[in-house]
Structure formats: structure tokens, C-alpha cells
């Protein structure tokens, strides 16, 4: 197992997030020791108690692992976790960094940092025609503009950098392979 498998195996256990993750990485060394380690040694570790410790040595029959990759393959997505190259470095300097991302789309070789442009889900024409002009002016700069794909400010915004020729990066609340809001489905 590689390491980004293994952060990828953990994002699947329930009750398992980035700072948990990071004492495990910090305990173990790496997050695929951890996942091979013996419940008394993983006791050891604050904040993992007796119910976590039994999904993680039992995470090849309480995850699904095998569903999950064929799933993402469906899709035709790409998995980045930190321990890939290409792992937005951005977000490694955060606190609590995301273990896997899914990423519909081209992955940037360098990730360039981008501009979030978000807000109201029920707004004023006013404010859809500025969002739009803020995301194509950005976009037109060559600055990515990053949104949620929610109805309002973030869908103009996304529709601005689309029609500047820029880039836009949509991070969604909901899985890819269910859309919401519907309508945003092919934007």
C-alpha cells in the first residue's frame, strides 16, 4: 500500500479527519503504518478511542475501499492526498488540509492561487452582474476564481471566468456524481 492510498483508506473511515489523520502520521510515521498497526498502539493516540480503533483495524471490512477506486475510475476522476506531488502546497499550510481530493478536470502542474468569489444564493440582479464582471476580470487577469457552484454569486462568478476564457475551480458541497443545484450540471 502507498501512502496516498492509505490517506485515501482513512478519508474512508468514519469519525477520521485531517487532525486525527496527522496524529496517526505523527504516531506512526506515515499514515500505511497506521493502518497496519495493533490496536494497543493505536490507543496510544489522542483522540482515538476504543470505537476508532476497532474501524481502523478492521478498515478492509468496514470501508469500501475497492467500490470507492472503481467509483472514482467511473467518473473518470483523479485523487490527489497530500502525499501526492501534485497536492495543492497551498493547502498543505493550512491547519486541517483535506486528505483527498476528487478532481473532475485538469489538474494544474503548478497550482496558482486563486481568488474565492462567493456569496448569496438569492441576490439582486446588481449583485449577479457584479459577481460575473469580478469573475471575468479575474479570470481575463489570468487569476483562477474558485466558487462553490451554488445557485447566485457563485454560479455568475464561475459563468464569468467561462466567458473571459479563464480558469475556474469549483469545490462542491455535494458528491460528483449527483450535482446540486441541478441546473449547474453542465456549467
Same mark, same amino acid.
Given at each position: 500500500m502507498t501512502e496516498s492510498d492509505a490517506y485515501f483508506i482513512v478519508n474512508l473511515v468514519s469519525g477520521i479527519g485531517p487532525v486525527r489523520a496527522?496524529?496517526?502520521? *505523527?504516531? %506512526?510515521? !506515515?499514515l500505511d503504518l497506521a493502518l497496519t498497526a495493533r490496536g494497543a498502539d493505536l490507543r496510544s493516540v489522542e483522540g482515538i478511542g476504543p *470505537?476508532?480503533? *476497532?474501524?481502523?483495524?478492521s478498515w478492509e471490512s468496514t470501508t469500501e %475501499?475497492?467500490?470507492?477506486r472503481?467509483?472514482? *475510475?467511473?467518473?473518470? /476522476? #483523479?485523487?490527489?492526498?497530500? =502525499?501526492? =506531488? =501534485?497536492?495543492?502546497?497551498s493547502l498543505g499550510e493550512i491547519y486541517d488540509p483535506p486528505l483527498v481530493l476528487y478532481i473532475k478536470g485538469k489538474v494544474p502542474e503548478t497550482w496558482p492561487r486563486g481568488v474565492a468569489v462567493v456569496g !448569496?444564493?438569492?441576490? !439582486?440582479?446588481? @449583485? /449577479?452582474?457584479n459577481a460575473q464582471k469580478l469573475g471575468y476580470q /479575474?479570470?481575463?487577469? @489570468?487569476?483562477p476564481v474558485i466558487s462553490g457552484l451554488?445557485?447566485?454569486?457563485?454560479?455568475?462568478?464561475?459563468? @464569468?471566468a467561462l466567458a473571459a476564457k479563464g #480558469?475556474?475551480?469549483?469545490?462542491?458541497?455535494? @458528491? /460528483?456524481?449527483?450535482m446540486y443545484p441541478p441546473e449547474n450540471d453542465t456549467l
Amino acid at each position: 500500500m502507498t501512502e496516498s492510498d492509505a490517506y485515501f483508506i482513512v478519508n474512508l473511515v468514519s469519525g477520521i479527519g485531517p487532525v486525527r489523520a496527522k496524529r496517526l502520521r *505523527e504516531r %506512526f510515521g !506515515s499514515l500505511d503504518l497506521a493502518l497496519t498497526a495493533r490496536g494497543a498502539d493505536l490507543r496510544s493516540v489522542e483522540g482515538i478511542g476504543p *470505537e476508532l480503533v *476497532e474501524k481502523l483495524v478492521s478498515w478492509e471490512s468496514t470501508t469500501e %475501499f475497492e467500490k470507492e477506486r472503481k467509483w472514482v *475510475e467511473e467518473l473518470g /476522476l #483523479t485523487v490527489l492526498t497530500p =502525499a501526492d =506531488a =501534485a497536492y495543492p502546497p497551498s493547502l498543505g499550510e493550512i491547519y486541517d488540509p483535506p486528505l483527498v481530493l476528487y478532481i473532475k478536470g485538469k489538474v494544474p502542474e503548478t497550482w496558482p492561487r486563486g481568488v474565492a468569489v462567493v456569496g !448569496s444564493r438569492e441576490t !439582486s440582479h446588481y @449583485g /449577479l452582474e457584479n459577481a460575473q464582471k469580478l469573475g471575468y476580470q /479575474l479570470a481575463y487577469a @489570468g487569476v483562477p476564481v474558485i466558487s462553490g457552484l451554488a445557485r447566485g454569486i457563485d454560479t455568475a462568478a464561475h459563468l @464569468g471566468a467561462l466567458a473571459a476564457k479563464g #480558469t475556474t475551480w469549483a469545490v462542491l458541497g455535494c @458528491g /460528483l456524481d449527483k450535482m446540486y443545484p441541478p441546473e449547474n450540471d453542465t456549467l
